[in-house]
Structures are given as structure tokens and as C-alpha cells.
């Protein structure tokens, strides 16, 4: 007789198809990547497109090399990455309050809802010249766009978690005497976690959007900058080397905030 005809539990082994496949499979994810790669070099190397519209690999490595060695590429990677960091903070912070109130409060609902509705349809590029008059230059009209692009993702998510949570929840927070801030974040907030972290990685992704909409349009520094320059001085190979390394440090962001939903949704079940 088997184990499984006594009625025990068979063994589960990294064959059953219990198990999650996903580290086992980690290679198929690479293989768009490395064709994309691979058409680049070849297309290059069989000469379909010029050196000035698309270069090669090589050049594009050549180039990195050189603004490494003056320091530049440092300066222009730790400077992005401090403005989508500190931009995406206090857009979090900001969709988080918000987005409680009007998912708490039906008033507050019917007050703003309709207009942050209406300013969510603003394009990311109709805000650089306002807040360079409103907020001048330098840093602040920067990291104010990394701000908005960040915040309406967070905002949106809380909202509609809010908007469909279980109202037992709210009344178990009120009868321990829970009320306003304590209520949400005791009770409502760590029940909106699943959710709120996509909505968090998705407004990292808006982070590096709005960061690249004003590094090109008003900046002296910053990987937008380098596209942009690269742009002036026919420097094909700096702006490629810009757009590899934005998808990079996305891709990177990405996943730390990954794992940190993985484990959530992991102790929460």
C-alpha cells in the first residue's frame, strides 16, 4: 500500500506542483533581454543602422567607461536617484494622507475627489513650466514632479481599497475605541497592505517617468541631462547609455518593493 492510500499527505518534492516554479524559471524573464541584445549587436555589426543612429554595444560601453572615469556617470546616477527617492517619499506620503481622508469620509470624498480625478489627466510634461514659475529653478520644481507622478498612484489605491473594504472592519476598530488616525492606521491601513504595495510600485514606475520629463526639460545634471546633452552633441551613445540604465535602476527599484510584497502577502497568509 502507498503512503497516499493510508490517507498521509505524499511527500512534496520539487517536482509536485505544489511547489512554485518561479526561481527554477528565473532564465525565462532574461531571454527577451538577451535577444534584444542580440538583435542590437547584429544590427549594428551587418550595418543597417549608422553609427550616429544607432550605435553598437561596444560604443555604448566605450562611453560609459569615459564618463565613469571623469566622475560624471556617478554624479548623473546619484542625483536622479536622490530626486525619484526623495520625490517618491513625499508623494507617498501625500496619496496615503489624502487618499485616507476621502476613502474615510464621504464629504471629503464628495469635495476633492472630483478635482484630484481631473488633475490626474494632466500630462506630465504641462507641468514643468508651471512649476518652474511657480517654484522657480534648482531642485524643488524637480522632485515636486517626481512628487505628483508618485502620488496619484498611492492615492487611487487607497482610495478604492478603502472604498471596498469590509465596513466590520471599521466597526471592530470603534468598538476597541479606535477613531480617526488611530482607526486608519491600526485597522484600515495594515488591511489596504496587499494593495497598497502595487500601488506603491506602480508609482515608482511613475517616479522615473516624471523624473526623466524634467531632467530633459529644465536640468544641468541628472541621467535626463545626460539624454539631453547627448541629444546637442550627436552623442547617440551617451543617450543609450541613459535609457539603459533608467530601465536598470527601475527594474532594480522594482524589485526590491517586490520582495517586500512578496513577504507581506507571504505572512499574511
Do not use: C
Amino acid at each position: 500500500m502507498s503512503v497516499t492510500d493510508t490517507g498521509a499527505a505524499a511527500p512534496v518534492t520539487a517536482d509536485s506542483p505544489q511547489v512554485p516554479r518561479r526561481a527554477s524559471r528565473w532564465w525565462v524573464g532574461a531571454l527577451l533581454p538577451v535577444a534584444l541584445f542580440a538583435a542590437w549587436w547584429a544590427s549594428t555589426a551587418a550595418g543597417v543602422f549608422g553609427r550616429s543612429q544607432l550605435p553598437p554595444p561596444v560604443d555604448v560601453w566605450t562611453a560609459a567607461t569615459q564618463l565613469w572615469g571623469t566622475g560624471q556617470l556617478q554624479v548623473n546616477v546619484a542625483i536622479s536617484v536622490q530626486r525619484v527617492l526623495t520625490g517618491f517619499l513625499v508623494g507617498t506620503a501625500a496619496g496615503l494622507v489624502l487618499g485616507g481622508l476621502t476613502g474615510s469620509s464621504r464629504f471629503v470624498h464628495d469635495l476633492i475627489a472630483p478635482t484630484l480625478a481631473a488633475l490626474r489627466a494632466v500630462p506630465s510634461l504641462a507641468w514643468v513650466p508651471l512649476l518652474g514659475l511657480w517654484i522657480g529653478l534648482g531642485e524643488p520644481p524637480k522632485i515636486t514632479l517626481v512628487a505628483i507622478g508618485a502620488f496619484f498612484p498611492v492615492y487611487t489605491t487607497v482610495l478604492s481599497s478603502l472604498t471596498h473594504l469590509d465596513p466590520g472592519l471599521v466597526e471592530v476598530g470603534r468598538a476597541y475605541g479606535r477613531r480617526g488616525v488611530g482607526l486608519f492606521t491600526s485597522i484600515l491601513l495594515p488591511a489596504t497592505a496587499p494593495s497598497l504595495l502595487s500601488g506603491l510600485r506602480l508609482a515608482l514606475a511613475q517616479s522615473w517617468l516624471f523624473l526623466v520629463a524634467a531632467e530633459l526639460i529644465s536640468s544641468s545634471i541628472g541621467l535626463g541631462f545626460q539624454m539631453t546633452n547627448g541629444q546637442n552633441t550627436s552623442r547617440t551613445d551617451q543617450m543609450l547609455l541613459a535609457i539603459v540604465l533608467l530601465a536598470l535602476l527601475g527594474k532594480a527599484s522594482d524589485m526590491v518593493l517586490g520582495v517586500v510584497e512578496n513577504r507581506v502577502k507571504a505572512a499574511r497568509e
